[in-house]
T-cell receptor
């Protein structure tokens, strides 16, 4: 089946530093990937839609300069949390589709970010 | 708000019992999907029901969709301890068919 690999699974960083999270589609090409954020025991909040070769589309209230998304190839999208602060601590999950826009999403296993 | 509503927020049952979770959404949809999440992990797709469908089955799962009420339900029959997880509905809409997730139901199945 389709596999989405997300790395790292956990990261701890200090305030003010930047953290990059990678999302790879291992056995399929993904022109579109979606980045979600999840708070403990809460639902997933869509942050942005990542499009290969073009700018990401951010949801309302998500700072694009804070959460930099790059989708340079059909198998890799990256999310960089810039100048991280403790309130950025969260669970970040990426996802992608194998088929058309009407097909289910395949999710990575998420990245637990802790900013100290 | 991005999210729809799900109820109950938490459900605790015994093995063998059925579990029913409900979901409401706000916009018109292309399809509605249900996902499962084990603690601290990514989500796994369970079932997709299109906007022109009313009911769908997959193994022990049964999903219904009522577009007039903008609601859906997920029934898990003969539950097992391994079904313990959080379950989310997700409404698919818009050009990219981005998924907007409901608040989720935390299901605990006790042996």
């Amino acid at each position: 089946g389709a596999v989405v690999s997300q790395h790292p699974s956990r990261v701890i960083c200090k305030s003010g530093t930047s953290v990059k999270i990678e999302c790879r589609s291992l056995d399929f090409q993904a022109t579109t990937m979606f980045w979600y954020r999840q708070f403990p025991k809460k639902s997933l909040m869509l942050m942005a839609t990542s499009n290969e070769g073009s700018k990401a589309t951010y949801e309302q209230g998500v700072e694009k300069d804070k959460f930099l998304i790059n989708h340079a190839s059909l198998t890799l999208s990256t999310l960089t949390v810039t100048s991280a602060h403790p309130e950025d601590s969260s669970f970040y999950i990426c996802s992608a589709r194998t088929g058309g826009n009407d097909s289910p999403l395949h999710f990575g296993n998420g990245t637990r970010l802790t900013v100290t | 708000s991005q999210q729809g509503e799900e109820d109950p927020q938490a459900l605790s049952i015994q093995e063998g019992e059925n579990a029913t979770m409900n979901c409401s959404y706000k916009t018109s949809i292309n399809n509605l999907q249900w996902y499962r999440q084990n603690s601290g992990r990514g989500l796994v797709h369970l079932i997709l029901i299109r906007s022109n469908e009313r009911e769908k089955h997959s193994g022990r799962l049964r999903v219904t969709l009522d577009t007039s009420k903008k609601s859906s339900s997920l029934l898990i029959t003969a539950s097992r301890a391994a079904d313990t997880a959080s379950y989310f509905c997700a409404a698919s809409s818009g050009g990219y068919n981005k998924l907007i997730f409901g608040a989720g139901t935390r299901l605990a199945v006790h042996p």
